[in-house]
């Protein structure tokens, strides 16, 4: 069974750009998790879909970022314009009931 | 308020045993989990304690006091491939998890 996938694994952007992330999560888990891990930080959650709803999306840092899970399936999370402070490793997880998994992260790099 | 402590890095000899304590603070508390991180890689699921107590799975043991806000994860007959970052991280009511910072550990020959 594939795991959680996600796309790119590196981007490099400069300042002001638009980036979109994607990750597609273990087939027939209706829950999909993003969360992030800046420098020197702990991981902290940023949002929850459950299908194609937003469940929590609580730890969002702004409206620079939009997630989007259309149709349940794969998700998308979108920052636009990259600012600096939105540099670090996005990590989406999936699950079916508590346990959840992780995919290898997407590191993100704004210059 | 939503808080997690845990050593930062810890180092023990190949063969020995070792225990990652962690102290939580959280609202809506629904269990705790430990996760294993290798450098680059996807963190990876080890426990999950959601009753008081001790779980024990191979090697590795994880136990929790809820009254406490106290959990552990022990580590048996360690070996090098052991060395990694142990994440202990609490859980909501609603699925959302809230990690401490890890604790690196170092496992020496």
């Known amino acids: 069974e594939a795991g959680v996938t996600q796309f790119p694994s590196h981007s490099v952007i400069e300042k002001g750009q638009t980036v979109t992330l994607r990750c597609d999560p273990i087939?027939?888990?209706?829950?999909l998790y993003w969360y992030r891990r800046v420098m020197g930080k702990e991981i902290k959650f940023l949002l929850h879909?459950?299908?194609?709803?937003?469940?929590?999306e609580s730890g969002m840092p702004n409206n620079r970022f939009l997630a989007e899970r259309t149709g349940g399936t794969y998700s998308t999370l979108k920052v636009q314009p990259a600012e600096l402070e939105d540099s670090g490793v996005y990590f989406c997880?999936?699950?079916?009931?508590?346990?959840?998994?992780f995919g290898p992260g997407t590191r993100l790099t704004v210059t | 308020g939503q808080n997690i402590d845990q050593p930062t890095e810890m180092t023990a000899t190949e063969g020995a045993i070792v225990q990652i304590n962690c102290t939580y603070q959280?609202?809506?508390?629904?269990?705790l989990f430990w996760y294993q991180q290798h450098a680059g890689e996807a963190p990876t699921f080890l426990s999950y304690?959601?009753?008081?107590g001790l779980e024990e799975k191979g090697r590795f043991s994880s136990f929790l006091s809820r009254s406490k806000g106290y959990s552990y994860l022990l580590l048996k007959e360690l070996q090098m491939k052991d060395s990694a970052s142990y994440l202990c991280?609490?859980?909501?009511?609603?699925?959302?998890?809230?990690f401490g910072q890890g604790t690196t550990l170092q496992v020496k020959p």
């Open positions: 997880a999936s699950s079916h009931s508590y346990e959840q998994y």
């Open positions: 087939s027939g888990h209706d829950n």
């Open positions: 879909f459950v299908k194609e709803s937003k469940q929590d």
């Open positions: 959280t609202s809506g508390f629904n269990g």
């Open positions: 304690n959601v009753l008081d």
């Open positions: 991280v609490s859980s909501g009511n609603t699925g959302k998890l809230i």
